[in-house]
């Protein structure tokens, strides 16, 4: 079982920078699981943004590659997203993920292959 706990959402103003985080509580290797970042506008589905697999291996969505930038402390047992220059398209509740099984970080997470989900944390980028 592994509880996921996201923090670091909040408003902004275009052109900011947010950094969210995501801590595991788990009784399972946090190393072995493959992360990632999704974010879910109301009655949307869940979009993937950023993975990162359990050798560092990232991958991100078009739309925020080069602005956002995932990665993971095994030793905390926590995965980061930092996002850069923000656009009021980024408006969404952030999730983050857990994986088990192996991801080869070459392609986007599968929402319905994530194992593990946080309660979301909400990020608002003003215009």
């Known amino acids: 079982q592994v509880q996921l706990a996201e923090s670091g959402g909040g408003l902004v103003q275009t052109g900011d920078s947010l950094r969210l985080s995501c801590a595991a509580s788990s009784k399972d290797p946090f190393s072995t699981k493959a992360m990632g970042w999704f974010r879910q506008a109301p009655g949307k589905e869940r979009e993937f943004v950023a993975g990162i697999s359990r050798y560092g291996k990232s991958y991100y969505s078009t739309s925020v590659k080069g602005r956002f930038t995932i990665s993971r402390d095994n030793a905390q047992k926590s995965v980061e997203l930092q996002m850069n220059t923000l656009t009021p398209e980024d408006t969404d509740v952030y999730y983050c993920?857990?994986?088990?099984?192996?991801?080869?970080?070459?392609?986007?997470?599968?929402?319905?292959?994530?194992?593990?989900w946080g309660q979301g944390t909400q990020v608002t980028v003003s215009s």
């Open positions: 993920a857990a994986k088990n099984a192996y991801w080869s970080g070459a392609d986007a997470l599968d929402p319905g292959q994530v194992n593990y």
